[in-house]
């Protein structure tokens, strides 16, 4: 899983459920991660209209999509993620052998393929779905466990 979407995504749900506008800092606290990679995601979502910002000593993060309007792929295309990608290619196109001069193309296919049905499978998921799904993984409570 992409890492950047994943800070994107805790970023998302954070700022919903405390419902005001929060600081890279403040956000960066809660998902365990540091404010430069912080503004580096939140930069993308703004880009994409996802959020809003605010600068100054008051300034921070506000979402401008309601959660269960928010599609995860919209959220993969703000940061432009891919989500299955060869991290290393066998054989060589210049051999003479039909599997090592082949195998790197057959494999960008499939991995092609795989990320295509990621996202569409992220289509039909809403920013409210990973909430209600994250509020059953915390044993249904309700409230604000420690927001």
């Given at each position: 899983m992409?890492?950047?979407?994943?800070?994107?995504?805790?970023?998302?749900?954070?700022?919903?459920?405390r419902g005001e506008q929060l600081s890279s800092e403040e956000l960066a606290a809660n998902i365990c991660t540091n404010p430069a990679r912080v503004r580096k995601v939140m930069a993308k979502l703004k880009?994409?209209?996802?959020?809003?910002?605010?600068?100054?000593?008051?300034?921070?993060?506000?979402?401008?999509?309601?959660?269960?309007?928010?599609?995860?792929?919209?959220?993969?295309?703000?940061?432009?993620?891919?989500?299955?990608?060869?991290?290393?290619?066998?054989?060589?196109?210049?051999?003479?052998?039909?599997?090592?001069?082949?195998?790197?193309g057959v494999m960008d296919g499939l991995f092609d393929d795989l990320d295509r049905r990621c996202r569409a499978r992220l289509s039909q998921l809403t920013l409210a779905d990973l909430e209600e799904e994250l509020a059953r993984a915390a044993g249904g409570e309700e409230g604000d466990h420690g927001l």
């Amino acid at each position: 899983m992409n890492g950047l979407f994943c800070v994107a995504v805790h970023a998302l749900i954070y700022l919903d459920k405390r419902g005001e506008q929060l600081s890279s800092e403040e956000l960066a606290a809660n998902i365990c991660t540091n404010p430069a990679r912080v503004r580096k995601v939140m930069a993308k979502l703004k880009k994409a209209g996802l959020v809003a910002t605010r600068a100054g000593s008051v300034g921070g993060y506000q979402p401008l999509v309601p959660p269960g309007e928010l599609t995860m792929d919209r959220v993969a295309d703000a940061l432009e993620v891919r989500f299955v990608e060869p991290a290393w290619h066998s054989g060589g196109t210049d051999l003479p052998c039909m599997v090592a001069s082949g195998m790197a193309g057959v494999m960008d296919g499939l991995f092609d393929d795989l990320d295509r049905r990621c996202r569409a499978r992220l289509s039909q998921l809403t920013l409210a779905d990973l909430e209600e799904e994250l509020a059953r993984a915390a044993g249904g409570e309700e409230g604000d466990h420690g927001l």
